[in-house]
């Protein structure tokens, strides 16, 4: 390969690790996020557990968010300033819901127990003020931030649809991480997020190309509407069978971190499938990656950065999952 | 008012509540492990009821730094994103400068901070004794390394250095240049030593209020010593460096210094100025009161020593007013600490260590001061931040040529005044969280029993040796 050829990929590959950052923040966080929307349904023991459940993560999971905003700041600073200003408001609203669920973590268990109440509340508004905001945001940049009486509508049923989708993983990750009264309220709440979970992603499914011409050109032609149906027969199937287990007893036993598993493969494929629509527009129809992309000498010095620390990040993410791995006990006060 | 102060104003707003957090966090994370060092030296000797104080103090002070860690996390996120709503012609010009500084930021520390906080919070009696004290190590070395990227790059905005211009855009010709550009050495060491004082009075004032109320932990004499110690060490250090910082200032931002001292005019042998009211507008000074040739000294050292006026840099120099105010604020902060320190140091030693043979007096006079290290950065922020406009990137890119144009002054000053109650709720929340841990600090302590009880168990079959095994001894 020569310098060119190499100079022209690096966004590319900036784009890749953007898209990385940002699939591992809609489900590391997507879970902690749900778990705190479900918040107000569960007993004042059952949140405690809850919240233990997340305590050691959502740190780390956060930091996702701020290195994919990172990334789109450094190597596309163009579409930074474009994407964020049209966005300004919701990312506002998003930027206070994060703040307020970050902070009530810690004062809900130091703050003096009359204001424990109060904490939790704002622990549930923060999470889905954060969640209804992300997903306002997702559709409108999904749909190029098209102005028109239907871009609104479509980015207020995936303001939806997204929190829906993350009630669905945190109620699996409940499922997965503790057991008795509170794993079996959890197999119910996931229940019932399934539905309109699955209504969002087909109606935003059918949207998309109907949105946005460019999208609808990309998915309906031939041949690669053959290779690309992969990923909604996949996904459909990974939640049917999703919604098959959440019926069985097992689910409740040895297969408890199934759901949880199969949710992850349903983020990942339509992950993949946006990233088909939207390459090579970092903002659809109006701006590619090389037209937003920084030097090449500083994506360079990037990457260089990123190669040494990613594996670093991954590896101490996974010893820390491995030291909290296993049911979150009951609270004992000692 | 217009869009350009409006997106001012909320940055100005955001920064110092943000740099609130990381000023105690950075310290911190070294004090805490202090504190473990001398936990595990204590617990295999006789005196059992030092190892309990020192691993008291361990666990009381994990709590206010998780605590301050959360708020500095949420409140860097909101700093990420307001890059981009508010100053996007920033990264579009200095992008190829900024974007990797603040890239090496978020990859090598922040994650290192955030991955190990919670191994650091939570993994105790879960991992080993050694991996836990690693997991320390590197929350406390992450939250310095953060300092490192980030004031490298104001440093760079304040003093550029190794960048060539290209069609408008900037480009790095040497990242040493760029990196330990000429002001970076003063800005980190006088960063990092103001963290030390504002986390040494912040263990004084919560010591002296745990005193106060009766309900003092074990560790709360040791700890008040470690804060009075640690403040009177580190205050006359920050000043020598202070002095430093300010002599680059003067070799590379003049109109600041100019600004700071309130001189409208270049002159030989300039007053301090006590006090004063700089106008802007007539520019000059009102009910200035002054101390002859002091401020030529202080600067030059030699007392006829020539000091450039303001008027020198017409357009080109900040607004005085505020550098004026917040550097005699900044100044008169670390004076008032000297002195507590110093007299707390000298009253504590000849008490023999013993809190219940203080005067009351310096117990209220520690709590009072609880926050001192606080006003104190956050001033100087100011001084060195508003001294620097006009200018985003000193005598290069104006502030009002990168001002996002996309909202309008109604959105700016909506949002902003969403952030300001919103700051304000968390800032009253934290003060007043801080002061019920101080009171009832055995409750914190039960909290964090119960919460280790919480979490996954497992540990029979892990591959780490559980706590106390003989990773230690």
Redesign the interface.
């Known amino acids: 390969m020569d310098m060119m050829s190499f100079d022209a990929m690096l966004p590319v590959i900036f784009m890749g690790l953007m898209g990385f950052s940002m699939l591992v923040y809609v489900i590391s966080d997507g879970y902690d996020l749900g778990v705190g929307m479900l918040m107000h349904r569960a007993t004042d023991a059952e949140k405690d557990v809850m919240v233990a459940s997340i305590g050691p993560f959502w740190d780390a999971n956060e930091t996702w968010l701020v290195l994919g905003v990172g990334i789109l700041l450094v190597a596309f600073p163009r579409a930074h300033g474009l994407v964020l200003g049209e966005l300004y408001l919701p990312v506002a609203l998003m930027l206070v819901g994060l703040t307020l669920r970050g902070v009530a973590f810690d004062f809900r268990v130091k703050a003096k127990d009359t204001h424990k109440k109060t904490w939790d509340r704002l622990f549930f508004a923060g999470s889905a003020l954060a969640s209804v905001a992300q997903g306002w945001m997702l559709g409108r940049y999904v749909s190029g931030f098209g102005t028109g009486w239907n871009y609104p509508l479509f980015a207020a049923a995936i303001a939806v649809a997204l929190p829906m989708a993350y009630v669905l993983m945190g109620a699996s990750w409940l499922i997965m991480k503790t057991e008795g009264e509170l794993q079996e309220r959890a197999v119910q709440w996931a229940r019932i997020a399934w539905a309109p979970m699955v209504g969002g992603l087909v109606l935003i499914s059918m949207a998309t190309p109907w949105v946005s011409a460019t999208v609808r050109q990309r998915w309906f032609s031939l041949p690669e509407i053959i290779a690309l149906a992969a990923i909604p027969l996949m996904c459909g199937a990974s939640l049917l069978a999703l919604r098959a287990l959440l019926g069985t007893r097992h689910v409740r036993g040895p297969v408890s971190w199934l759901p949880f598993v199969l949710l992850i493969a349903v983020f990942v494929l339509g992950f993949l499938g946006l990233a088909y629509s939207i390459y090579p527009y970092v903002v659809l129809d109006q701006l590619t990656i090389w037209q937003a992309a920084s030097s090449p000498e500083a994506l360079k010095v990037l990457l260089i950065g990123t190669c040494i620390s990613v594996p670093a990040i991954a590896g101490y993410t996974v010893f820390s999952y491995r030291v909290f791995r296993g049911k979150t006990g009951e609270l004992k006060y000692a | 008012m217009d869009a350009l102060l409006l997106a001012r104003m909320q940055f100005a707003a955001n920064i110092p509540f943000h740099i609130l957090f990381p000023t105690i966090s950075i310290a911190l994370g070294w004090l805490l492990l202090f504190f473990r060092v001398r936990w595990l030296r204590a617990r295999h000797g006789t005196d059992r009821a030092s190892a309990q104080g020192w691993l008291d103090a361990y666990r009381f002070w994990t709590?206010v730094f998780?605590?301050t860690?959360?708020?500095g996390?949420?409140?860097?996120?909101?700093m990420?994103?307001q890059?981009?709503?508010n100053w996007?012609?920033f990264?579009?010009k200095v992008?190829?400068?900024?974007?990797?500084l603040?890239?090496?930021e978020?990859?090598?520390a922040?994650?290192?901070?955030?991955?190990?906080?919670?191994?650091m919070?939570?993994?105790h009696g879960?991992?080993s004794e050694k991996v836990h004290f690693m997991a320390t190590f590197f929350v406390a070395f992450g939250t310095t390394l953060s300092a490192f990227w980030i004031l490298a790059l104001n440093s760079w905005m304040q003093t550029p250095a190794g960048y060539e211009i290209r069609d408008g855009?900037y480009?790095?010709r040497s990242?040493i240049e760029v990196i330990f550009n000429p002001s970076f050495p003063y800005r980190f060491t006088h960063m990092v030593l103001a963290s030390g004082l504002t986390c040494a009075f912040l263990l004084t004032g919560l010591s002296a209020w745990q005193l106060l109320r009766g309900a003092a932990l074990r560790s709360a004499p040791r700890v008040l010593r470690v804060g009075l110690t640690v403040g009177a060490v580190l205050i006359p250090v920050q000043i020598f460096v202070g002095d430093l910082h300010g002599l680059n200032t003067l070799q590379h931002q003049p109109a600041k210094i100019a600004a700071m001292e309130g001189i409208w005019k270049t002159e030989r042998g300039a007053p301090l100025l006590l006090f004063a009211i700089p106008d802007a507008e007539q520019r000059l000074n009102h009910f200035a009161i002054e101390v002859p040739h002091v401020a030529s000294l202080i600067l030059t050292h030699e007392l006829d020593g020539e000091i450039k006026g303001l008027d020198e840099f017409r357009d080109r120099h900040p607004p005085p007013l505020p550098v004026f105010f917040a550097f005699r604020v900044m100044v008169g902060m670390g004076m008032l600490m000297l002195a507590t320190s110093w007299v707390g140091v000298w009253l504590y030693r000849r008490a023999r260590w013993q809190p219940e043979r203080l005067p009351r007096a310096l117990l209220w006079l520690c709590a009072g001061m609880t926050f001192s290290g606080w006003v104190a950065t956050v001033a100087g922020w100011y001084v060195t931040e508003i001294g620097r406009q006009p200018f985003v990137v000193h005598g290069l890119i104006r502030t009002a040529d990168v001002v996002?144009t996309?909202?309008t002054a109604g959105?700016i000053g909506?949002?902003l005044t969403?952030?300001l109650v919103?700051y304000a709720v968390?800032i009253v929340?934290y003060v007043?969280?801080l002061k019920?841990?101080a009171e009832k600090p055995e409750d914190?302590l039960?909290?964090e029993?119960?919460?280790e009880?919480?979490?996954?168990?497992?540990v029979a079959t892990?591959?780490?040796l559980p706590a106390g095994s003989a990773a230690w001894t």
Do not use: C, D, R
């Open positions: 709590k998780a605590l860690f959360a708020l996390v949420v409140s860097g996120i909101t990420s994103f890059f981009g709503t996007p012609g990264m579009e992008g190829n400068i900024a974007g990797p603040l890239g090496y978020v990859l090598t922040f994650f290192l901070e955030a991955g190990f906080l919670g191994v919070l939570f993994g879960k991992v855009v480009h790095v990242w996002s996309k909202p959105m909506l949002t969403l952030y919103l968390l929340a007043s969280v019920y841990m914190v039960q909290v029993a119960a919460e009880a919480a979490t996954p168990v497992g892990s591959p780490v």
